[in-house]
């Protein structure tokens, strides 16, 4: 044998014993990054593939685990719902979350999914009420480390927004982090810290945010894309930090230096066991509601992102070291085209009032009782929320099997009562499995709406909740030492990624995970010699 061919032989067994022996107690890898774009749809990576640099999406979709063919198996496509799924490996059935907000009938108001009044904000004066993950009905990944570790891994959350720094990364986290729509300062909620660490305050006094304001951002071609400069909302009121920011893809520099200062104030990857940071960046959501997702506002910061996490990756190998950190990469949830776009292609596309369609069901419902009255709480599809007092001492299946048949009535192509997807009753259909997946006992009574293909509540842009591929598919990626680069065409979930990184972290997958090992994209492991066959240790 060669030299050369040694060298090369030997690299290939320390490659797969590096694998095949990752483990979360031994500091291997020292951090994983789960880097989660909101509203960023699964085509997006092959669309725009031929216009990538080599650090960003390609080193994921062609030196890492590529699966292409990803998507939710549920159907409430909002944020709070992804980001507790890929976090928990389970979906709304699992975890609890099926809506960003729902009204919550013992304190007689609404919530949102992380609203917690036994908290408080921790950042700006009156803050208000905090955030927790309080309302989680399973743990996450990033639970089960802490756990198995004795809290000797760390475990953060950033985003823009507290729902996508909060439910990814779970009870246990060390702390979360999200902005101050109004003024761009980082905030988090005592229930996780009693004060903001000195370097977070630092960040919060110096001009870190202000910096991004008034100012243009341009395309590849230095074509103005739009400004940052102060607006007025239609309301005649000035617009937030979170709106004229966020929509710009400043908004993931920001998010990317803050992440950066986080691994160095607090040494993540320097433990001895391993570290999670959840990244959530929430620009392409803001912006994708307001031009939808064929504008070239939106092709121009995707683009820009791509070499913004490339910068992030290089980052990570210089803090860390090649070989040191894996990535996982997905998204919560796509987004449906501007109904105008579509139609312009002769593909139907239909934009509903919520406010007619809740007079409608309850024009119908009076018919069905017989009894005039404001029965419909809210319509926020899929979810249509009932007012319980209006029913009087109709039991609640009763009830939302009336408001089932009034949404038959007035558009709605299938209606799943609450009260049957707490028992499971769904037809035997992958639509039905999708409405069984996203029950969830919060909220008063209420009944999921399935939508023709393509519907979308009147709005200037675009928005996200159905059932529907451009809402579900989204990309999952991984790159580190485990995983075998190549492009995995097979149908995976985004519940795998959670699954997948407990299994080759040597962890317990959370408490209520349903999701697969993805070993079809793993290296090579070793495997125990048998010596009556004479194999060797290093197998395929």
């Not at 090649?322 to 596309?349: E, I, T």
């Not at 017989?370 to 599809?381: N, Q, T």
Request: glycine share 10%; aromatic share 10%.
């Amino acid at each position: 044998m060669t030299r050369r061919n040694f060298v090369i032989l030997l690299s290939f067994f320390l490659a797969a014993l590096q694998s095949a022996f990752a483990s979360a107690y031994d500091g291997k890898p020292r951090l994983v990054v789960v880097m989660v774009i909101d509203q960023f749809r699964g085509d997006y990576l092959e669309r725009y593939h031929q216009e990538f640099g080599q650090g960003g999406f390609r080193l994921l979709m062609e030196h890492g685990a590529y699966f292409p063919d990803c998507a939710y198996d549920y159907a409430t496509l909002v944020t709070g719902p992804g980001h507790a799924t890929l976090g928990t490996g389970s979906y709304s059935v699992g975890h609890g979350i099926m809506a960003n907000e729902w009204f919550d009938p013992q304190l007689g108001k609404r919530v949102t999914s992380v609203s917690d009044d036994s908290t408080r904000v921790i950042g700006v004066e009156g803050g208000g009420t905090g955030s927790s993950p309080h309302n989680l009905l399973s743990d996450t990944f990033g639970d089960e480390l802490r756990m198995a570790t004795q809290g000797r891994s760390r475990v953060f959350g950033v985003s823009l927004k507290d729902r996508a720094a909060i439910l990814p990364s779970g009870y246990s986290a060390n702390a979360a982090y999200w902005i101050d729509a109004k003024t761009g300062a980082w905030i988090t909620s005592d229930y996780y810290v009693k004060s903001l660490p000195a370097w977070v305050d630092a960040i919060n006094h110096s001009d870190a945010a202000k910096k991004y304001l008034g100012r243009e951002w341009k395309d590849a071609t230095g074509k103005v894309m739009g400004n940052t400069n102060p607006r007025s909302a239609e309301d005649g009121k000035p617009e937030s930090y979170f709106e004229i920011v966020g929509s710009t893809p400043f908004a993931n520099d920001l998010e990317l230096d803050f992440a950066r200062s986080l691994i160095s104030n607090e040494k993540l990857g320097g433990g001895p066991t391993t570290d999670v940071l959840t990244v959530s960046l929430s620009e392409n959501d803001i912006l994708g509601h307001a031009v939808g997702p064929d504008a070239p506002e939106l092709h121009a910061s995707i683009l820009q992102l791509d070499h913004q996490l490339a910068a992030f990756f290089q980052f990570l190998d210089k803090q860390l070291g090649a070989g040191n950190f894996w990535l996982a990469l997905s998204a919560d949830h796509g987004v449906a085209p501007v109904p105008r776009v579509v139609q312009s292609l002769h593909v139907p596309a239909l934009e509903v009032d919520p406010k007619e369609w809740a007079t409608k069901l309850d024009e119908e419902i009076a018919k069905q009782t017989g009894k005039p009255g404001k029965y419909i709480l809210s319509v926020s599809l899929p979810v249509v929320s009932l007012d319980v007092d209006a029913f009087g001492d109709t039991e609640e299946a009763d009830a939302e099997h009336i408001v089932a048949q009034a949404l038959l009535k007035t558009g709605a192509l299938q209606a799943f009562a609450k009260s049957d997807l707490a028992q499971g009753k769904v037809p035997n259909t992958a639509m039905g499995r999708k409405f069984a997946n996203s029950y969830s006992p919060y909220g008063p009574w209420w009944v999921m709406a399935r939508t023709k293909a393509f519907t979308i509540p009147e709005e200037d842009g675009t928005t996200h909740f159905s059932p529907y591929s451009y809402d579900t598919h989204v990309p999952l990626a991984f790159y580190g030492s485990p995983f075998e680069p190549g492009v995995y065409r097979g149908h995976s979930e985004p519940i795998d990624l959670a699954v997948t990184l407990s299994s080759l972290l040597g962890i317990n997958a959370p408490a209520a995970a349903t999701g697969r090992v993805l070993t079809e994209a793993l290296k090579p492991t070793l495997k125990a010699m048998n010596p009556a066959k004479g194999e060797s240790h290093l197998v395929k």
